[in-house]
């Protein structure tokens, strides 16, 4: 059965667009009377808004369905129709693991050109647009328009999660003009200026006299440019202040307070315009946001959707339970804990010293074994023989029922028909229970001292300077994901160099690790000189994002 429509969702875009009309008001002169006349349709700002939920969720909307004749989209408008709750959900979803994923790129220092290399696969797997050539009924094609659809209604519903502080909405319009600008320079000619010509862009075409006049001083100033390129070329002139990466770079003619800019670099112009109407956009929607605290199905998706722009919630699939070749027993886990991320190998290194584990220790520990393959009964075993302190009955007494429990043996209906609990992700270690302490669990990237977690790294065999110098920077910013990634990364330098130029794995099978699982398995499969399709290492299997 379908979800009810997102009526709420709609009355959000709604008051945007009215906060839109409200700040254009053609005539702002109010005769007295009307000043002191209580209009019983105001909103006193002073008070709770109370909108009559009767009125508004079944009211038609009121802004036409945008008909989507471009591939590239500003977000001009914000969408109206009716979509389902799970659509409202999946789509946030496909859209954010692309906005970090580009993210992460930018953190890594990748160039343009990398960027887009790595980013193609994905892009292609979440979120692919197809341009109107690729049908031959154009951009009327119902699959383009539903493409299309998903593309902009991800957008806003981002832009509603995000819009809630300052940093989400500068962090959002960033990687949001850099995924813009991406597909911006890989659409095709001819539909890109076809868009380009669609938008109202404050411009002005230099005429072809003007460009004879200033044919010598355009060839200076635009290096790379022939005479015939000049000639031939579209130029359009824009105040100065428009295009400052252009003029820093030397790139344009400045003349009478206008920049003279070539086609080739009108990238700049559409961009920074599109970077002004989504900030603009942002704080209007930070303004509408409140308005959606009453409607308790949206309000925990947005705000799950805001927490995982830092690091991306994942779960495991049931494939990602089994390695080829990897006998994953009680015994082999001393073995296998070489592969292990940084966080597991403080608990099994903490285990292997004390005997012992607090609660949540063991759980973050048990839940991660569970997520290697181990089976329930070697599970006993293994923390059987690790807690040799005790005898068999407070072992029996005080920890077998947990771990029978993590795995869906006992507890609940709902507990056993979902088979326990899943591993915790690189999200979840991190923003939930904090350690106390003599506690072991939780992200030492997150939750350790500087020196702490560089005695830490010491010990598990990273000494490279460059490389503790790069996770003190990554901690410091508190992006603790990528400092885990760098660790990664240098640790197998070698192995990911050879699958790159043997061309074995995938881009997919290297992006941005999230989850401590994800980590062990790509680790396992590089050591071992396996590829990504014997592996599996596919997204599907490694993680798929969910909301609570």
């Not at 008070?47 to 004749?69: N, V």
């Not at 100033?221 to 390129?229: E, Q, T, W």
């Not at 990664?488 to 995938?506: D, I, N």
């Amino acid at each position: 059965m379908e979800d009810a429509p997102l009526r709420s969702v709609e009355d959000a875009f709604s008051e945007v667009h009215r906060t839109y009309s409200d700040c254009h008001i053609s005539n702002p002169r109010v005769h007295l009377p009307e000043m002191i006349r209580h209009d019983p349709n105001r909103i006193d700002p002073k008070r709770r808004a109370t909108i009559d939920y009767k009125k508004k969720q079944f009211a038609s909307p009121t802004y036409k369905q945008q008909d989507y004749s471009h591939r590239l989209n500003i977000y001009h408008v914000p969408p109206t129709a009716e979509i389902r709750l799970e659509d409202f959900e999946q789509w946030a979803i496909d859209r954010l693991r692309i906005l970090a994923e580009l993210e992460a790129c930018t953190f890594r220092n990748k160039t343009a050109a990398e960027t887009a290399d790595h980013m193609k696969p994905l892009l292609d797997k979440w979120l692919w647009l197809d341009p109107n050539s690729s049908s031959a009924q154009g951009c009327i094609d119902p699959r383009l328009q539903e493409q299309r659809r998903k593309d902009h209604y991800s957008h806003f519903i981002l832009r509603l999660a995000f819009s809630s502080t300052e940093d989400l909405r500068r962090r959002f319009a960033r990687v949001e003009g850099a995924l813009f600008r991406l597909r911006f320079q890989a659409e095709n000619a001819r539909e890109r200026q076809e868009f380009v010509s669609s938008l109202s862009l404050d411009w002005e075409a230099v005429g072809e006299q003007e460009k004879r006049t200033l044919a010598q001083d355009l060839l200076n100033a635009a290096p790379g440019l022939k005479r015939a390129d000049i000639e031939d070329g579209s130029w359009v002139k824009v105040d100065f202040g428009t295009v400052p990466e252009l003029i820093e770079g030397r790139r344009v003619l400045v003349k009478a307070g206008k920049a003279y800019v070539p086609s080739k670099e009108q990238m700049s112009i559409v961009l920074a315009g599109f970077n002004d109407r989504l900030e603009k956009g942002l704080e209007l929607t930070a303004r509408a946001r409140p308005r959606l605290d009453e409607d308790d199905r949206l309000s925990p998706i947005l705000d799950h959707l805001s927490k995982n722009f830092a690091t991306p919630d994942s779960s495991l699939a049931d494939s990602d339970t089994t390695l080829p070749g990897a006998p994953i027993t009680a015994s082999s886990i001393d073995h296998l804990s070489q592969h292990f991320p940084l966080c597991m190998r403080n608990l099994h290194m903490t285990l292997r010293k004390n005997n012992h584990l607090k609660h949540f220790g063991r759980l973050q520990y048990t839940l991660f074994l569970k997520g290697l393959g181990l089976t329930m009964e070697d599970c006993l075993i293994f923390w059987r023989q690790s807690f040799r302190l005790i005898t068999d009955d407070t072992f029996n007494k005080e920890y077998r029922y947990n771990i029978r429990h993590a795995y869906g043996d006992v507890g609940g209906d709902a507990i056993r028909r979902g088979r326990g609990y899943s591993p915790f992700s690189c999200q979840k270690i991190l923003t939930e229970h904090p350690p106390g302490s003599g506690e072991s669990h939780g992200c030492p990237y997150r939750h350790f001292s500087v020196d702490n977690l560089t005695s830490l790294l010491q010990a598990t065999g990273v000494h490279d300077r460059d490389v503790l110098r790069g996770v003190k920077e990554d901690v410091d910013k508190k992006r603790y994901h990528i400092a885990c990634n760098l660790v990664f990364e240098w640790a197998h330098k070698s192995e990911l160099q050879q699958v790159k130029e043997r061309g074995t794995w995938r881009a997919t099978d290297l992006d941005t690790i999230v989850h401590p699982n994800t980590y062990f398995k790509r680790s396992y499969l590089l050591k071992s000189g396996l590829t990504g399709e014997s592996g599996r290492s596919r997204d599907d299997d490694m993680g798929n994002l969910t909301c609570p």
